[in-house]
């Protein structure tokens, strides 16, 4: 089913832009920010089960993304997995999306405008997966979700309530998988998230997925 602009909330884009066109939860075809129109090669939605208990969003697509159509593969995307399989999970279990569907110029981040140009494309996504656990996967996607600054490093593995659309969410937040390629110092904390994250969503390890959701 493809949707006219009433289904996409967010920003109005340009004027004489192209409102954005959808099927389900995929953007076919958005033109609300002409520099990342100009900037990607593809929309860059969102992978994994429609009805997954586990959502991660990352900030934007990087050039890998924006090649393979899928967001974090390349080195982020290989720690990020390895997260996933020392927790008991694959890739394959969990939600992958963004907060920007579009790769930005030269790997900048978004603006403000563009992430709330694309913010309704989100809303409409959790909405439709209704997980048990959101993850922020580093500092721009924890800002969005959570509208304050966050020290990302520090925070790692709080849990905290967001509202994405109309519908609150649980929200873990999480340090960059590429930040663990700078710092080795990272990695455990970045493992240790992911762990806490699929222990609270009650998917993965050995225990069946016992949910500790009610101890929050």
Do not use: W
Request: charged share 25%; proline share 7%; with cysteine.
């Amino acid at each position: 089913m493809t949707s006219g602009p009433d289904d996409a909330t967010g920003g109005e884009g340009p004027p004489g832009s192209d409102p954005p066109t959808t099927e389900g939860v995929d953007v076919v075809s958005c033109t609300r920010c002409p520099r990342l129109v100009e900037s990607r090669s593809r929309i860059v939605n969102g992978v994994g089960p429609a009805d997954a208990e586990l959502v991660f969003v990352g900030e934007a697509p990087g050039a890998n993304e924006d090649s393979e159509g899928e967001p974090f593969v390349g080195r982020s995307g290989s720690v990020l997995d390895d997260a996933l399989r020392e927790a008991g999970l694959a890739r394959s279990d969990v939600r992958i999306t963004n907060c920007v569907r579009c790769r930005p110029p030269e790997n900048r981040d978004p603006t403000g405008e563009e992430l709330d140009n694309c913010r309704g494309h989100l809303a409409r996504e959790l909405a439709a997966v209704d997980p048990a656990i959101v993850v922020s996967l580093g500092k721009v996607p924890s800002e969005h979700l959570l509208d304050r600054s966050v020290a990302v490093t520090s925070e790692a593995g709080d849990v905290a309530d967001v509202r994405v659309g109309d519908r609150p969410y649980r929200a873990v937040i999480s340090v960059h998988p590429a930040a663990t390629l700078y710092d080795g110092g990272q990695r455990e904390t970045f493992f240790e998230t992911i762990a806490r994250a699929a222990d609270l969503a009650g998917v993965g390890g050995d225990d069946g997925g016992q949910s500790s959701l009610g101890a929050f």
